[in-house]
């Protein structure tokens, strides 16, 4: 499984950044994104910046991590780091279950 991590980035260098996410820095490759300032929020993997991402964006994200994280320590119920989605009443997306409007 590959796992994209949001970073934001504190250093641009042009083609180079440097970002934090998650308790890391890392050297990022911005071919992908292109220059960005500082402050902006990128999805990094192996080492490249593939993404760039809205700060709610990188905040959801970072609850799903924490989620899969808590998951492999033996949670069951994770509801808490996707309040977006419990709250949402978007009942579109949701299975029609018999006998409900």
């Known amino acids: 499984m590959c796992i994209g ?3 934001r ?11 934090e996410g998650r308790g890391a820095r890392e050297v ?8 960005q300032s500082v402050g902006t929020w990128v999805l990094a993997h192996r080492g490249c910046a593939v993404r760039v991402l809205t700060e709610e964006e990188a905040q959801q ?6 989620a899969l994280g808590a998951v492999l320590a033996g949670a069951s119920n994770v509801d808490q780091y996707f309040a977006d989605l ?4 978007d009942r579109a997306l949701m299975p029609k279950v018999e006998g409900t409007p």
């Open 86 to 89: 419990v709250e949402r009443e």
């Open 28 to 35: 990022l490759d911005a071919m992908l994104v292109g220059e």
């Open 5 to 7: 991590i949001p970073m």
């Open 61 to 66: 994200t970072n609850s799903a991590l924490d």
């Open 9 to 19: 980035v504190v250093e641009s260098r042009g083609p180079v950044l440097v970002g």
